[in-house]
């Protein structure tokens, strides 16, 4: 999203470019949820993910959903919160979160061609200074049988609970996952954290 301007929208559509962008105009009646909580249209800001809902019989916006990619929650980065499906199933060349407490990602979907077998994103450090209380990870409710990783959690610890969110800190991953040697040929340097990337796997199949 660009900006708002005089009640529209300035929308660029996914995968697109800024040259791409369009109006979208409101209902006096909007209803807006900003990740996940109530906001107005006011509160939407560039670059922020949103998506139209519902639109009026004028075809104005009615229910809206938008969001940052990345949050601060106390200690805590939140990752995708509210977040729909197509921004990580829709095939795309890669793009970039925004920046919370020193950490950005860029999201690049796995798998080449039209039927890559290798179904799933990755989401690699763009920017990186481990937050204290770790991630919290919010996976689109629709995708049921996703998995976050695909090794160093503890068991179970990477599937999404009941609202969708996998927590990732060094309480639920094993040294594999977080724990590095910065050198390996001399240990006594230290470790450095492996909390540097993501893979969101067993996707479905991208449009």
Same mark, same amino acid.
């Given at each position: 999203?660009?900006?708002?301007?005089?009640?529209?929208?300035?929308?660029?559509?996914?995968?697109?470019?800024?040259?791409?962008?369009?109006?979208?105009?409101?209902?006096?009646?909007?209803?807006?949820?900003?990740?996940? *909580?109530?906001?107005?249209?006011? *509160?939407?800001?560039?670059?922020?993910?949103?998506?139209?809902? +519902?639109? *009026?019989?004028?075809?104005?916006?009615?229910?809206?959903?938008?969001?940052?990619?990345?949050?601060?929650?106390? *200690?805590?980065?939140?990752?995708?919160?509210?977040?729909? +499906?197509?921004?990580?199933?829709?095939?795309?060349?890669?793009?970039?979160?925004?920046?919370?407490?020193?950490?950005?990602?860029?999201?690049?979907?796995?798998?080449?061609?039209?039927?890559?077998?290798?179904?799933?994103?990755?989401?690699?450090?763009a920017k990186y200074q481990e937050p204290?209380?770790?991630?919290?990870?919010?996976?689109?409710?629709?995708?049921?049988?996703?998995?976050?990783?695909?090794?160093?959690? @503890?068991?179970?610890?990477?599937?999404?609970?009941?609202?969708? @969110?996998?927590?990732?800190?060094?309480?639920?991953?094993?040294?594999?996952?977080?724990?590095?040697?910065?050198?390996?040929?001399?240990?006594?340097?230290?470790?450095a954290s492996g909390l540097t990337e993501?893979?969101?796997?067993?996707?479905?199949?991208?449009?």
């Open positions: 999203m660009a900006a708002v301007h005089g009640g529209a929208i300035q929308l660029i559509p996914w995968g697109k470019k800024k040259e791409d962008t369009k109006p979208v105009f409101t209902a006096a009646d909007v209803s807006v949820l900003i990740n996940l *909580d109530p906001g107005k249209v006011s *509160d939407l800001a560039e670059g922020m993910w949103l998506k139209v809902l +519902e639109r *009026d019989g004028n075809g104005k916006a009615k229910r809206i959903i938008a969001g940052q990619y990345l949050q601060q929650d106390g *200690d805590k980065v939140v990752i995708f919160k509210g977040l729909p +499906e197509e921004f990580l199933v829709y095939r795309s060349e890669g793009w970039y979160t925004n920046t919370v407490a020193g950490v950005q990602f860029k999201v690049q979907p796995m798998g080449a061609g039209k039927t890559p077998s290798n179904l799933g994103t990755n989401l690699r450090a204290a209380g770790g991630f919290v990870v919010y996976f689109p409710r629709t995708l049921d049988s996703a998995v976050l990783g695909w090794g160093g959690f @503890k068991p179970k610890a990477n599937i999404p609970d009941a609202d969708g @969110k996998v927590l990732v800190n060094k309480e639920t991953c094993t040294d594999y996952y977080w724990k590095h040697l910065k050198n390996p040929a001399r240990p006594e340097a230290g470790y993501f893979t969101i796997r067993k996707m479905p199949p991208r449009p």
